[in-house]
């Protein structure tokens, strides 16, 4: 089971809009305990509590001993429910676990370092993969996964092979899809082009000042021809 923490559940609240929010506004938050083949279970837990154990480095993924009328069990937060706009939370579904089986469960990757290549080239880094699926033992799993990008440069790209993955962790998917990308922004783009037309017009120019000259040698010496 987890080590260091523990969070206090009770039994038999009522169900139902009304009686949630009257909990929610007595410090309670309304949750369920389903998993390894019990029946779900509606419970409570205090919003302190549940925001203290969900603040370690594990974050929503620590594994949590939850104590439900009596007795103890090893769980994880499956889901959290929050208000669109004040971002307080409604419901929590947590889900029982087997501390020696591995499970299936997102963590967010998190880039780390500075691209000081990319951003000196007016450019952007666009991440998009921002969670994976990983495996991993309850108590293996990572609050998050870090993937560097302080080497990154103009068009290039990192991938889920460079993601650091913790001991006891694995992913199932595929090594070259692109987690993070740098690409120049729209406006680098745009002084970019308008270099190039620039450069373009400057040798239209010195082309046609050569043929201008060509033309004026060549009339005077017709000129001095018809003399």
């Not at 809009?17 to 007595?26: D, E, I, Q, W």
């Not at 460079?162 to 729209?186: F, M, N, R, W, Y």
Request: no cysteine.
């Amino acid at each position: 089971m987890a080590d260091d923490i523990t969070l206090v559940a009770e039994l038999g609240r009522s169900t139902g809009t009304s009686a949630s929010r009257r909990l929610r506004a007595t410090g309670k938050v309304p949750a369920v305990l389903y998993g390894r083949g019990a029946e779900p279970q509606a419970i409570t837990v205090d919003w302190r509590e549940l925001r203290v154990a969900l603040t370690t480095e594990k974050g929503l993924n620590a594994l949590i001993n939850l104590t439900v009328d009596g007795s103890t069990t090893p769980a994880i937060v499956k889901e959290m429910q929050r208000h669109p706009v004040r971002r307080d939370v409604l419901h929590i579904d947590f889900l029982a676990v087997d501390v020696d089986k591995p499970i299936a469960t997102d963590v967010p990757i998190v880039m780390e370092g500075e691209a000081t290549l990319v951003y000196r080239e007016q450019g952007v880094v666009d991440q998009v993969m921002n969670a994976i699926i990983v495996h991993a033992k309850p108590d293996r799993i990572p609050g998050h996964l870090s993937i560097d990008i302080s080497e990154l440069e103009i068009g290039h790209t990192l991938t889920v092979a460079d993601l650091v993955l913790p001991e006891g962790v694995t992913i199932d998917a595929d090594p070259e899809e692109t987690v993070v990308i740098a690409q120049l922004t729209s406006l680098a783009l745009a002084e970019e082009g308008e270099g190039e037309e620039e450069e373009g017009e400057e040798g239209e120019g010195e082309e046609g000042a050569e043929g201008e000259g060509a033309e004026g040698e060549g009339g005077e010496s017709a000129k001095a021809e018809r003399e």
